[in-house]
């Protein structure tokens, strides 16, 4: 969908939801779906910790699949 269409319908959801029913204007899966399930929970990025963005890839510190040892799993 449009970025503007969202922001139409934001912008005029007071009149549009007096203008259609309930089954138009509710999410339909509430009933049957958990958000919280699906989507988990949402996490904030705190200043003092750094962001998922500067994390830095050293390959040769990488543990990949094969390469981890028997060990640190007993």
Do not use: C
């Not at 449009?2 to 259609?20: D, G, H, Q, S």
């Not at 994390?55 to 990488?62: K, V």
Request: glycine share 4%.
């Amino acid at each position: 969908m449009p970025p503007e269409n969202i922001t139409l319908v934001r912008k005029r959801w007071k009149n549009l939801a007096k203008i259609f029913s309930a089954p138009v204007t509710e999410n339909p899966l509430d009933a049957v779906a958990d958000l919280l399930e699906e989507r988990g929970l949402p996490f904030e990025e705190l200043f003092e910790i750094g962001t998922d963005a500067e994390i830095e890839w050293i390959d040769y510190q990488a543990l990949i699949g094969h390469d981890i040892p028997d060990t640190e799993f007993h």
